[in-house]
């Protein structure tokens, strides 16, 4: 069953790919950035299409870690793209290609296949009745893909448009993506033992990255889309406006998704409510000595 299930996620993902490459190819734009947008949001209806003929939305999990892959080398092969910086170019696609392997990989582990669906889609089908598939489309599909796309649109100025040469500013942003990237797997993996351990059930994760802050995991999303930015601003200093995908993802992140989690831990596990009190959500505090 679960081979079966990632076989339809498959078939999803590749009907979505051609849904969108058609519209690059007929959508009547001048700008590929705005031929890219409307691929992202037709692909986007082909995974919700599956995710309704299946009654599981968890069909588009993996998909906003899947789409800017496409996205980023479409933008790359383009004419224009030429007149970019090549080590640049070569650092950004192989850290989003990194980050979406990982990304993907660590959702398909953990997915036993169409018996399960996030517990967030759960809450809501509870909470919304006969509405949950116009939630899903437009909360749970739609809101995802606009959001990332927003963080996708620093990989324009880093991939196509930006004419500045490697510099200072290039390093400090693979630093940022590549450590962002690691923290996240890091903070993923020990999750994963933490829970493969079947420790008690109000036990609480509190060793390792966790010890420092309640989401290392989110942290590490978060930053990297403030990295991809980094590359964006080397790329063209007057890109700032591209930076507005990497707020909107960490305003999502800090107060909407992390409230969600800390609340149902709190709900499961009383005594989380003092790691609330004691333990940040995401910054470290700096220890005195």
């Known amino acids: 069953m679960r081979s079966r ?16 490459a058609l519209t690059v190819a007929v959508v009547p734009a001048d700008s590929a950035l705005v031929r890219a947008f409307w ?19 968890s069909f588009y999990d993996a998909y906003w870690s899947v789409a800017p892959v496409p996205i980023a080398i479409y933008w790359w092969l383009l004419p224009e793209a030429q007149g970019a910086d090549s080590l640049r170019q070569l650092l950004v696609l192989v850290l989003v290609s990194a980050w979406a392997v990982r990304l993907t990989h660590n959702w398909a582990r953990g997915w036993s296949g169409l018996d ?67 923290l996240e797997a890091t903070a993923d993996n020990q999750l994963r033992r933490f829970r493969l351990s079947e420790p008690p059930a109000t036990a609480i994760l509190d060793t390792g990255v966790w010890a420092y802050v309640r989401h290392p995991n989110y942290l590490g999303e978060i930053g990297f889309w403030w990295g991809l930015y980094l590359f964006a601003l080397a790329a063209d200093s007057q890109a700032w406006w591209t930076g507005v995908g990497a707020l909107a993802i960490t305003l999502l992140f800090r107060f909407v998704s992390l409230k969600l989690i800390d609340d149902r831990m709190v709900a499961r596990r009383p005594a989380y409510k003092a790691r609330i009190e004691s333990v940040p959500a995401l910054l470290p505090r700096l220890r005195s000595h």
């Not at 299930?5 to 969108?20: C, N, S």
């Not at 691929?39 to 939305?57: C, I, Q, R, W, Y």
């Open 5 to 20: 299930a990632f076989g339809l996620i498959g078939l999803a993902y590749v009907a979505a790919f051609f849904a969108a």
């Open 39 to 57: 691929a992202d949001v037709v692909a986007t209806l082909v995974v919700f299409g599956f995710s309704k003929a299946h009654d599981n939305s």
């Open 116 to 182: 399960h669906e996030d517990w967030r889609y759960v809450d809501q089908r509870q909470s919304v009745g006969n509405l949950y598939w116009a939630v899903s489309f437009v909360g749970l599909h739609m809101m995802p893909t606009l959001m990332v796309f927003a963080g996708c649109l620093a990989l324009w100025p880093a991939l196509v448009t930006g004419t500045q040469p490697f510099g200072a500013v290039d390093v400090v942003a693979t630093i940022v993506t590549a450590g962002a990237i690691w």
